[in-house]
């Protein structure tokens, strides 16, 4: 078993700056993550010009995890056939 590190603000720090490499990196070679971004930002813009309520807001995220678990659903079973 390993022997678990001190909490450490430093690492934690450096933790972060790994994430946001990889968000930079992802944003800069994923083109689709773009398209993405943009959606999010349009739909939180209009959310709050058109002052969405919390239960709205609430509505929009089941929606979009809704989305998330069809999608698995349809896909998850194809990629599980293309590896026998």
């Known amino acids: 078993m390993k022997k678990q590190e001190k909490f450490s603000i ?3 720090l450096k933790s972060f700056t790994y994430a946001f ?10 083109h689709n993550s773009r398209i ?14 058109l ?3 919390l239960l709205e807001w609430a509505a ?14 349809v896909f998850i079973p194809r990629i ?3 590896f026998p």
Request: charged share 15%; proline share 0%.
């Open 10 to 12: 430093k690492k934690r």
């Open 21 to 30: 490499n990889g968000l930079k990196v992802l944003f800069q070679e994923e």
């Open 36 to 49: 993405h971004l943009f959606a999010t930002i349009c739909v939180i813009v209009a959310g709050v010009l």
């Open 51 to 53: 002052k969405l309520s």
């Open 60 to 73: 929009v995220l089941v929606n979009a995890i809704s989305a998330a678990a069809i999608g698995l659903l």
């Open 80 to 82: 599980i056939h293309l």
